[in-house]
């Protein structure tokens, strides 16, 4: 799918903004502060219900505004043909409207319409990062190949809230255990189906890190529990460090992507710009394989390509950006140094309002 419209509304600093987008490249220019990168929150918003920036709704509410409006017209792309979507946002504060085609919908209904993801200056995270963020990285490539993976994992969570709040409630054992079965059953579900991504998917990331790095990365998956391990008696030995902690200790909820290089972890080894570089190739190798998995396009989100990256670097960047099959938005403060610039619609953004430059 590919974005062709986006009308935003009292979204950051931006009051009142629409943009046309060309369906392979848009490059956005203005100085620091202008809206670039509020610019490209409200697209991921579109596609994922959040940003990616964090913190709550409210602090994305223009100052001065009871609330933000997002609308979007996404169009198949020609490798997918099928029907638009009109998709929308409505936040004020304390509630939240998800609309598409003018009905109600849910967050996972913008994330099927509208499949987004993000290079930021703090795509470092990925590797400096908790697992959380590696977790949720891993989850939406899983999301858009799987398609019942969001209905167990939503199973699994809600066992999971349950049983938790039992734990923490000193509710008696068999209360805690009752939530077992389910959370077992899904549990397996959830792991099988990320291995199976973790393992079509290193084939893909190899050819992208072989443009990039000199050296070779190990990736493996940490399960939540130890490796090759019975779930179910996983889940049991852990009972007493459960009751002790008030919450589950084990499982899916508490996987993670294990990077490391030469046997020592990603983190440790590599530089903030080699680590943003890292994280920027995980993207754009998950991009790769799920355009190619669901045969439809991806939106790519990236804010200020040139941070912290030597020239080098930003070269061999833009390089794999010309090859990703995906409808481009970057940030830059102006258009020099990116020669395919041509190939699509590059707009100027100032003090919240977008213009077109021809």
């Not at 790095?213 to 852990?238: R, T, V």
Request: glycine share 8%.
């Amino acid at each position: 799918m590919t974005l062709s419209k986006i009308q935003i509304r009292n979204f950051r600093c931006l009051q009142g903004a629409e943009l046309s987008a060309d369906p392979d490249l848009n490059l956005i220019v203005g100085n620091n502060a202008a809206g670039k990168t509020s610019l490209l929150e409200a697209v991921y918003y579109l596609g994922r219900g959040r940003s990616f920036r964090g913190g709550g709704n409210a602090e994305l509410i223009k100052t001065g505004a009871d609330g933000f409006t997002l609308f979007a017209e996404v169009s198949p792309a020609d490798v997918s043909p099928g029907p638009s979507a009109k998709i929308g946002c409505e936040v004020s504060r304390g509630t939240k409207t998800i609309r598409m085609n003018g009905a109600s919908a849910k967050t996972t209904d913008l994330a099927s319409a509208l499949p987004v993801q993000a290079i930021d200056p703090e795509i470092h995270e990925l590797i400096q990062g908790g697992p959380e963020q590696r977790r949720r990285f891993l989850d939406w490539g899983v999301f858009h190949v799987e398609h019942d993976y969001i209905t167990t994992w939503r199973a699994y969570k809600t066992a999971l809230k349950q049983r938790n709040a039992a734990l923490k409630g000193q509710l008696p054992n068999a209360t805690v255990e009752a939530w077992d079965s389910t959370l077992i059953k899904n549990a397996i579900s959830l792991d099988l189906q990320r291995k199976t991504f973790i393992s079509d998917f290193k084939s893909q990331l190899s050819l992208i890190l072989s443009e990039m790095f000199p050296f070779s990365l190990n990736i493996s998956y940490s399960q939540g529990w130890k490796e090759g391990g019975d779930f179910k008696e996983a889940l049991a030995a852990s009972f007493p460090r459960d009751r002790a902690m008030g919450a589950t200790q084990v499982g899916p909820h508490r996987a993670d992507l294990k990077l490391h290089i030469d046997g020592q972890a990603a983190r440790h080894r590599l530089s903030r710009g080699q680590q943003k570089l890292l994280g920027a190739a995980l993207i754009l190798a998950q991009t790769h394989f799920v355009a190619n998995a669901v045969s439809s396009r991806v939106v790519l989100l990236v804010d200020d390509p040139a941070a912290e990256l030597d020239e080098e670097h930003q070269e061999h960047l833009f390089c794999l950006l010309q090859t990703v099959p995906a409808q481009l938005f970057i940030t830059r403060l102006d258009s020099s140094g990116v020669g395919w610039q041509n190939n699509g619609k590059t707009f100027a953004i100032e003090a919240g309002n977008i213009s077109p430059l021809v």
